[in-house]
């Protein structure tokens, strides 16, 4: 299983982009990247996923380098409501399903 | 998107006895799966259910402590036995979106073991 590698916590202020990068140097070949978001007291919510290149969504763009072995989650113009945990995951379907090992994650703290 | 609740959202219980904690998904699934968040802690793969046939579980768990069901494709239940102070955490389940790997998770049930 490819093990991530994650700051454990970041400070950002309103308006910001946050940019947090993730080393994952054993992904596989057919792994994806994925991150999710958790507020507290509450499950994890996808926001975005990749395999190579740029991926962009209404919330996040993802940034993949050629030999894979990193990624950054770009936040632009983060809000007080940003504020959570973010977990980057390299996905493992050898059992046929995706089967999610989360790391550590980053507490992002933004501020006024 | 999928939506998911589980039942209890949270509980306190006397050590050694057991928990059942279900969850229900608004639309049918393959694959659901069960974690447990300690406090201020990451999320750990508890085990995998697949509808029709045995859990799968992670290292570090077995079927005797967390049983779980999977009677259909929309429903799964963990059951926590046993129950010590150790136990005392947050299960969340969650589901696989087929061709996208993303998946969604239930708001979670918070147990305390006293």
């Known amino acids: 299983l490819a093990k991530t590698t994650q700051p454990i916590s970041m400070d950002s202020y309103e308006g910001q982009e946050v940019n947090i990068t993730c080393s994952h140097n054993?992904?596989?070949?057919?792994?994806?990247i994925t991150w999710y978001q958790q507020f507290p007291s509450q499950g994890p919510r996808f926001i975005i996923q990749?395999?190579?290149t740029k991926v962009t969504n209404e919330v996040a763009s993802l940034f993949i380098p050629a030999d894979r072995k990193s990624s950054t989650l770009s936040l632009p113009r983060v809000s007080l409501s940003d504020t959570a945990v973010y977990y980057c995951l390299v996905g493992d379907r050898s059992g046929g399903y995706n089967k999610l090992i989360f790391g550590a994650g980053t507490r992002l703290a933004v501020h006024p | 998107s999928a939506v998911i609740s589980q039942k209890p959202s949270r509980d306190i219980c006397q050590r050694g006895t057991s928990l059942t904690i279900q969850c229900q998904v608004d639309?049918?699934?393959?694959?659901m799966f069960w974690y447990r968040q300690q406090p201020g802690q990451s999320l750990t793969l508890i085990a995998t259910a697949n509808q029709g046939s045995e859990a799968t579980y992670e290292s570090g768990f077995v079927i005797d402590k967390f049983p779980i069901s999977r009677p259909n494709l929309t429903f799964s239940t963990l059951t926590v036995s046993n129950m010590s102070p150790e136990d005392s955490s947050i299960y969340l389940c969650?589901?696989?979106?087929?061709?996208?790997?993303?998946?969604?998770f239930g708001p979670g049930t918070r147990l305390t073991v006293l």
């Open positions: 990749g395999y190579k």
């Open positions: 054993n992904i596989a070949t057919n792994d994806y």
């Open positions: 969650s589901v696989e979106r087929l061709a996208t790997d993303e998946q969604f």
């Open positions: 639309s049918q699934v393959t694959m």
